[in-house]
């Protein structure tokens, strides 16, 4: 166990000097942080990964259970729709509040990995994207196929890695754009989720809404990284190509899936 310990350390912090090799373990105020420690970042998403696939292979004993399991899940849904609205505005605004007091614009901003201000929101934004799981446990349980695809399956294990890398070793600086676009259109995601939730009957109109304001967004996130490119930032070129790729790949699949 100990050699397995060694390993995903080691393999977690060659990842992370990957990303940034000039911000060394000892200058990272993240480095001791709740769940940035590459052997917990592994395990938890192994063990999301085990108990996803031990929920899709339970059989209910019999029809009884499976109608509670399911009166369960209904009043379950409401409640974790709205704690994620919650806590998605609460991210959002208070980054933008840390980030004004930095005095940051919109993008090409400086990058000072010792302060903690910014840190914190995404440090708190990279423990949202794990809470973010209880969307594939409640998928599993329903049996909704349907809504696990690849696209599902992508984005949350994708986003999962990129603000744990974030969080570790690109915590300052342009992130609090990602942080703040992310999070308010997941507030308007899941206030939509959870009136639906509650049966009330939603106009269709508000649907595509939703929809155009996703796809506005992944859009919106790509730009950074191709300013990055070319402008010379100073954000890690490495980290700004993981998050664009992994958004164009996101918007492109969902765009295929649209048109077919």
């Known amino acids: 166990m100990a050699f397995n310990i060694l390993f995903l350390n080691n393999l977690g912090e060659r990842i992370l000097q990957y990303f940034n090799a000039s911000l060394k373990p000892g200058r990272r105020v993240t480095k001791d942080w709740f769940m940035i420690n590459p052997t917990h970042f592994f395990i938890s998403l192994y063990a999301t990964h085990q108990n996803s696939d031990k929920l899709s292979k ?14 369960a899940i209904e009043k379950i849904v409401p409640i974790y729709n709205l704690i994620q609205v919650l806590l998605s505005t609460i991210i959002c605004v208070l980054t933008i509040y840390n980030a004004r007091k930095r005095g940051f614009k919109l993008f090409y901003n400086y990058v000072d990995f010792t302060k903690t201000n ?46 744990w890398i974030n969080t570790s070793v690109g915590y300052d600086g342009d992130v609090y754009y990602i942080i703040v676009s992310n999070s308010f259109v997941h507030s308007i995601m899941y206030a939509y989720y959870f009136f639906a939730s509650l049966k009330y009957k939603i106009p269709v109109y508000l649907k595509s809404c939703v929809t155009y304001i996703q796809m506005l967004q992944f859009v919106s996130m790509i730009l950074p990284g ?15 190509y993981k998050l664009t790729m992994n958004k164009f790949v996101k918007y492109a699949y969902d765009f295929y899936k649209k048109i077919n």
């Open 118 to 163: 910014i840190a914190f929101w995404c440090w708190l934004f990279y423990l949202n994207k794990i809470f973010d799981f209880v969307d594939t446990i409640l998928i599993t349980i329903k049996k909704n196929w349907k809504q696990f695809s690849f696209l599902h399956v992508y984005h949350h294990i994708s986003i999962f890695l990129i603000m």
């Open 226 to 240: 191709f300013c990055i490119f070319f402008l010379k930032y100073k954000t890690p070129h490495p980290i700004s």
């Open 58 to 71: 339970t059989k209910p004993s019999s029809k009884i259970k499976s109608s509670q399991s399911n009166t």
